[in-house]
């Protein structure tokens, strides 16, 4: 599989915001500035992660550059398309199919909640939409499971906020602090709207390669849900049994395997933020963290910028916001970005093996391991 012999040629950003741009020009500057960087190559395939862009959505990018011909692929998986799309990608070239191929995910979110086909309407009146009712009961049975508490949720924002002022690329970029977020309108309770992500608009690529050197993709693996149940999202919908691994475990046990680490060799890590509770939930469920653990962490600084292990340095989801389809391949261009050790004042120093982990409906989780 996708564990040895790819390397990362190149990286392009559009930032992440609101753009009077449509998402095909959006989607045209992270290529032309991935390919740029990566030499131009002749590229062998694409693949496009997208959740609203629409019918042949890859196909128009790529026409707009005049890069048509070779195959493209568009790949929906929720939050975690442009994970999807980049495993298939890198199966693709360490199994000898392909030399080069470009990976990239763009979106322009409808303004206003995240909704979802996936869930009947019965369903959605239950309070299983994506956002920001299912995020809020199941910030709930975080809260009641391990202790955590709102100021903990709060204190997640001010992280992320704080790194998210180094980032070009990030929606928010100002300092808050835990009454700020406190303060903040109350949307779902636990949630307050500072605790919530922003769905917006944006861009990235990146180029891979067969070969060795520079920052390799030593694993990435997609994973969806089993049976069990809904609040510790191991399935959308199916009971109340207890006990069930949730699909970010299982993706991510599989990728520290193929790429021969352990969460204790990690230097840096992008998780998935849609909330606050959210970035919590995904610390227990890579292995950073025994549940119950979270508030010692943030009390102590050990997860932020300066800390034992920086989870976030971008600002997560939380700063930048989220574009569904370049949601994933955004925390790999930060990643790749810190290995290089081009990130300026939020880079983590002598960073060597990084993570990126994202998960979406319904549900896919993405765990994508590098290393220089």
Same mark, same amino acid.
């Given at each position: *599989?996708?564990?040895?012999?790819?390397?990362?040629?190149?990286?392009? *950003?559009?930032?992440?915001?609101?753009?009077?741009?449509?998402?095909?020009?959006? !989607?045209?500057?992270?290529?032309?500035?991935?390919?740029?960087?990566?030499?131009?190559?002749?590229?062998?395939?694409?693949?496009?992660?997208?959740?609203?862009?629409?019918?042949?959505? @890859?196909? $128009?990018?790529?026409?707009?550059?005049?890069?048509?011909?070779?195959?493209?692929?568009?790949?929906?998986?929720?939050?975690?398309?442009?994970?999807?799309?980049?495993?298939?990608?890198?199966?693709?070239?360490?199994?000898?199919?392909?030399?080069?191929?470009?990976?990239? !995910?763009?979106?322009?979110?409808?303004?206003?909640?995240?909704?979802?086909?996936?869930?009947?309407?019965?369903?959605?009146?239950?309070?299983?939409?994506?956002?920001?009712?299912?995020?809020?009961?199941?910030?709930?049975?975080?809260?009641?499971?391990?202790?955590?508490?709102?100021?903990?949720?709060?204190?997640?924002?001010?992280?992320?906020?704080?790194?998210?002022?180094?980032?070009?690329?990030?929606?928010?970029? $100002? $300092?808050?602090?835990?009454?700020?977020?406190?303060?903040?309108?109350?949307?779902?309770?636990?949630?307050?709207?500072? *605790?919530?992500?922003?769905?917006?608009?944006?861009?990235?690529?990146?180029?891979?390669?067969?070969?060795?050197?520079?920052?390799?993709?030593?694993?990435?693996?997609?994973?969806?849900?089993?049976?069990?149940?809904?609040?510790?999202?191991?399935?959308?919908?199916?009971?109340?049994?207890?006990?069930?691994?949730?699909?970010?475990?299982?993706?991510?046990?599989?990728?520290?395997?193929?790429?021969?680490?352990?969460?204790?060799?990690?230097?840096?890590?992008?998780?998935?933020?849609?909330?606050?509770?959210?970035?919590?939930?995904?610390?227990?469920?890579?292995?950073?963290?025994?549940?119950?653990?979270?508030?010692?962490?943030?009390?102590? !600084?050990?997860?932020?910028?300066?800390?034992?292990?920086?989870?976030?340095?971008?600002?997560?989801?939380?700063?930048? @916001?989220?574009?569904?389809?370049?949601?994933?391949?955004?925390?790999?261009?930060?990643?790749?970005?810190?290995?290089? @050790?081009?990130?300026?004042?939020?880079?983590?120093? !002598?960073?060597?093996? @990084?993570?990126?982990?994202?998960?979406?409906?319904?549900?896919?989780?993405?765990?994508?391991?590098?290393?220089?």
């Amino acid at each position: *599989m996708a564990d040895v012999g790819v390397q990362i040629a190149g990286v392009g *950003m559009h930032p992440f915001g609101r753009f009077d741009k449509d998402v095909t020009t959006i !989607g045209v500057e992270a290529v032309r500035a991935a390919l740029a960087e990566a030499g131009h190559p002749p590229i062998d395939a694409a693949f496009c992660g997208t959740a609203y862009g629409g019918v042949a959505s @890859g196909h $128009k990018v790529l026409g707009a550059l005049g890069l048509t011909g070779p195959p493209i692929v568009d790949v929906e998986a929720g939050c975690a398309s442009g994970g999807a799309a980049l495993e298939l990608a890198a199966v693709a070239l360490a199994a000898g199919r392909f030399e080069s191929v470009l990976v990239f !995910g763009i979106e322009k979110m409808p303004k206003g909640v995240i909704r979802s086909s996936f869930f009947d309407p019965w369903q959605e009146q239950a309070g299983l939409t994506p956002a920001p009712a299912y995020f809020a009961l199941r910030a709930r049975r975080l809260m009641i499971d391990t202790g955590i508490t709102k100021e903990d949720l709060a204190a997640v924002v001010v992280k992320n906020r704080r790194h998210g002022v180094e980032n070009p690329d990030a929606m928010f970029r $100002k $300092k808050v602090s835990i009454a700020e977020v406190l303060e903040s309108r109350l949307v779902c309770d636990p949630l307050h709207l500072f *605790m919530l992500c922003s769905p917006n608009e944006g861009a990235a690529a990146v180029v891979l390669r067969a070969g060795e050197g520079g920052v390799r993709l030593r694993s990435a693996v997609l994973r969806s849900h089993l049976p069990g149940s809904v609040l510790s999202e191991a399935t959308p919908m199916a009971g109340d049994d207890e006990g069930v691994t949730p699909p970010s475990a299982l993706a991510a046990a599989e990728a520290y395997e193929r790429a021969g680490i352990a969460p204790a060799d990690l230097d840096v890590v992008e998780c998935q933020d849609t909330d606050a509770a959210r970035e919590l939930l995904s610390w227990q469920e890579l292995g950073l963290c025994e549940p119950g653990e979270q508030p010692k962490i943030l009390a102590g !600084g050990h997860f932020a910028l300066g800390g034992r292990l920086p989870v976030n340095p971008s600002g997560g989801l939380l700063s930048k @916001g989220e574009p569904l389809g370049a949601s994933a391949l955004g925390q790999v261009v930060e990643v790749v970005r810190q290995l290089r @050790g081009e990130c300026g004042a939020r880079q983590v120093e !002598g960073a060597r093996v @990084g993570l990126s982990h994202t998960i979406g409906r319904g549900a896919n989780a993405c765990v994508v391991i590098l290393s220089r």
